[in-house]
């Protein structure tokens, strides 16, 4: 039980970027959210951490070698977090762990289970848990992956997540947990669920989130937008969309355009400029890259990205009515999009120049 001194530490060398707000967990009130990965092992915890932030492709997770020690990585996005992978075989529980330690400041706990194997154990280990977790934390987002529901046919897969969600809801009500705040999410790391369910995780730790909700919404409604998707550009998490429906379908059009954007930037793009409490100047030129793009056979329909600062893009599904050539309303309406999110996002750096040298 030695393994948390050891632990990798996070680099402390990168500035925080945006506030992060306020976490119901969070003594604190200034940390960065912590996402733990936990289940048994092989369950696919480092194949996710390494597919979604790392971009390591999916079939190269068949060579991730077993984790013997928790992993804590930082990621410094629109707004800082860190993951913590855990190895299969901890018991969290015991003794010898600061549980305090591992806990206070968490955003998130996801728990990986196996849908390919035999699972029985793994829900036990998750609500022994959750219910330990409930004397202390009786806020934590607990969040049930069932991951390689690839692997599954159509049948099978809803069979054994419905299994799963009865078996997780009937220990927690028999002991006296009706609403613990528990989400389900089917996932697989080679397609688009894995990333739509950390958007999902992700979207919970965002204090802002109804008012870019709100944002979003009158934006689509001014200019006829089907479905806008603000995207965390380097993970393809998208931290905020509008409040119509959301299907699979438009999230993967989005975020494979976003895939093609990194691509030719990687080419063609500079790099951005730092966003410091003098930089006003340089973010009124013309730095935001665009683009816009016409998918065949579909109507009118095309897909608008707009960069919106260095870590997020606006990508919208364009409805039937908004023509291309009304571009340039919806240009306009997108920068007030973008200045009313920065009074969103407050800069921390800025705020950090402000506070006198020690
Ligand atoms: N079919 C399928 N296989 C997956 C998926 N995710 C992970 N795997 C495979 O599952 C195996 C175990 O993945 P790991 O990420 O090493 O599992 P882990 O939970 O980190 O394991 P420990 O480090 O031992 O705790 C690897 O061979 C992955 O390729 C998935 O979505 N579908």
Not at 68 to 87: A, G, L, Y
Not at 90 to 105: G, M, T
């Amino acid at each position: 039980m030695d393994d948390l001194p050891d632990a990798d530490m996070p680099p402390s060398d990168v500035p925080p970027r945006y506030h992060t707000g306020r976490l119901p967990n969070s003594k604190a009130g200034d940390g960065k959210p912590r996402l733990l990965l936990m289940g048994q092992r092989r369950s696919g915890k480092s194949s996710i951490s390494s597919v979604v932030f790392h971009k390591l492709p999916p079939s190269e997770t068949l060579y991730l070698e077993t984790t013997t020690h928790i992993k804590r990585e930082s990621m410094h996005s629109f707004m800082d977090f860190q993951v913590w992978d855990f190895p299969g075989h901890l018991d969290y529980f015991d003794p010898a762990f600061d549980v305090d330690n591992i806990f206070e400041e968490i955003g998130a706990l996801i728990w990986v289970i196996d849908a390919q194997d035999e699972y029985l154990e793994a829900i036990m280990r998750l609500n022994t848990t959750i219910l330990n977790l409930q004397h202390s934390y009786p806020n934590i987002n607990v969040e049930v992956f069932v991951h390689k529901v690839d692997g599954l046919s159509e049948d099978y897969k809803g069979d054994t997540f419905r299994d799963i969600i009865q078996r997780v809801q009937d220990e927690l009500s028999d002991h006296g947990y009706e609403n613990a705040p528990v989400s389900f999410y089917q996932t697989s790391i080679y397609d688009h669920s894995i990333f739509e369910a950390f958007s999902k995780v992700i979207q919970k730790l965002i204090p802002q989130l109804p008012t870019l909700e709100a944002l979003l919404n009158s934006l689509c409604s001014t200019c006829h937008i089907e479905k806008a998707y603000l995207f965390d550009i380097m993970s393809k998490i998208y931290i905020a969309t509008d409040t119509s429906p959301t299907d699979i379908g438009s999230y993967e059009i989005c975020s494979d355009y976003i895939d093609v954007v990194i691509d030719v930037s990687e080419i063609y793009g500079w790099d951005r400029p730092e966003e410091n409490g003098q930089s006003e100047l340089v973010e009124t030129g013309n730095n935001d890259a665009e683009s816009l793009i016409t998918m065949e056979r579909k109507g009118n329909n095309y897909l608008y990205l707009r960069e919106i600062n260095k870590y997020l893009a606006l990508v919208c599904l364009m409805g039937d009515d908004s023509p291309a050539d009304k571009k340039a309303v919806i240009d306009y309406n997108v920068g007030v999009f973008q200045t009313a999110l920065k009074q969103v996002f407050p800069r921390a750096d800025r705020d950090m120049s402000a506070q006198p040298a020690t």
